[in-house]
DNA sequence: GCGAGAGTGGACCTTCCGGTCCAGTATTCG
DNA sequence: CGAATACTGGACCGGAAGGTCCACTCTCGC
């Protein structure tokens, strides 16, 4: 059965989510996930180190489906996805009591500094994310104003969202972060043409 | 002698900035602090923690001296200020290869994620980041558009601040740092009011 | 000169943790 | 059946790290 590493990866990544990578230790994910003894365990993996690949890579795909699926659904505007995908991020963060990392953020960033190969994997996922915000903004280019540059907005949104976060996470509230939502998605608002909004309201 | 003390502190934030706080043992900090035994360390500490508190404490000093005094340099126009802030922030965070953390972000996380006390302390730091900022954009908020919060404008400033800080720590490169200190720039200069810019060029 | 605090040097304890090994049972499938 | 694979349980190892203890020297102010 596959189940079971499976299962030992999702007990990894809330436990990871919640102390950090450090602070989880192989004893902890084995409790958590109802294994036995470590032979259990490394019988799956062959060290901690490719369980963090594996959480990293879980991170990844969950991020791909739910996060980024919405940000090329073509029922809807451009922007439109891209307030919905902002407003997810909230709504996820605000769901796991501001401890969660729907995206990347936090605990990544811990395991970024802590091997190579893990931060390699952390800024692919960044790229990842960009690159799904650009090709979103290039759609809607020509309804911009000139000179916008959607790679440049791509990351500021994904660095604002990370940075909105981290506060909101330290400061155990979601309030903080709501607001900062609403102004960057008014942010983005500045940059369409005049005479050029979307079919909503 | 109270030198010791600040330099084993001097020590230890440089080595924390660099590596994090759980990466960072007491051996690494009394060799690089230049002590003999441990003994030596716990004569001026009684535990890893006191340390770490005096190393956030630190990093809140040095920050209010260098970071926010620029914050309240009556010289400059109040905006105008903002903006060397921004570009400080950047700056040193270039100067230390993207690796330090100039102010808060980074290895403040990961102690607030370790410790309750820390946590509390970040949260304060962070709020008295933002207690600064607010007050610069309360004196010009005559010259702002009709409703300017100056409140969440500061919160924005901080996320976007602290999450650019944080990706280009992990791309190890500044130039994204750079273009999102830009654009956020732009974004305060557009609350603005028509025809009541400052009066720099 | 004497006592306190600074500094030296290292042995040592304990706990935690990643990882190994082993011995055995249950299950499943050719 | 028989062999591989999944699972159980626990002993064990080696190293890192926080922290204690101790015996000793150096230096400075009273």
Redesign the interface.
């Known amino acids: 059965m596959r189940d079971r590493r499976a299962q030992i990866i999702e007990s990894a990544t809330s436990l990871i989510n919640r102390?950090?990578y450090?602070?989880t230790s192989v004893e902890d994910v084995i409790k958590d996930a109802g294994l036995c003894g470590k032979a259990h365990f490394y019988h799956y993996f062959k060290s901690k180190e490719e369980l963090g690949h594996a959480v990293l890579n879980r991170q990844f795909e969950t991020f791909a489906e739910r996060g980024l699926a919405v940000l090329r659904d073509p029922m809807l505007d451009p922007l439109e996805r891209l307030n919905v995908f902002i407003d997810t991020v909230v709504e996820s963060h605000a769901e796991q009591g501001c401890q969660g990392t729907p995206c990347i953020?936090?605990f990544t960033?811990?395991m970024?500094?802590?091997n190579e190969s893990f931060?390699a994997r952390?800024?692919a996922l960044?790229e990842r994310w960009a690159e799904h915000i650009e090709s979103l903004l290039w759609e809607v280019r020509p309804r911009m104003r000139d000179g916008f540059d959607g790679a440049?907005?791509a990351?500021?949104v994904?660095?604002?969202?990370?940075?909105?976060?981290?506060?909101s996470?330290?400061?155990r509230e979601i309030s903080?972060?709501e607001?900062?939502a609403e102004?960057?998605k008014r942010?983005i608002g500045?940059h369409v043409q005049e005479g050029a909004m979307s079919h909503r309201a």
């Open positions: 102390r950090g450090q602070q953020g936090g960033v811990e970024a500094e802590e931060r952390v800024e960044f440049r907005m990351r500021f994904i660095a604002t969202l990370e940075g909105a976060l981290l506060m996470r330290v400061k903080v972060m607001g900062i102004d960057l942010f500045l």
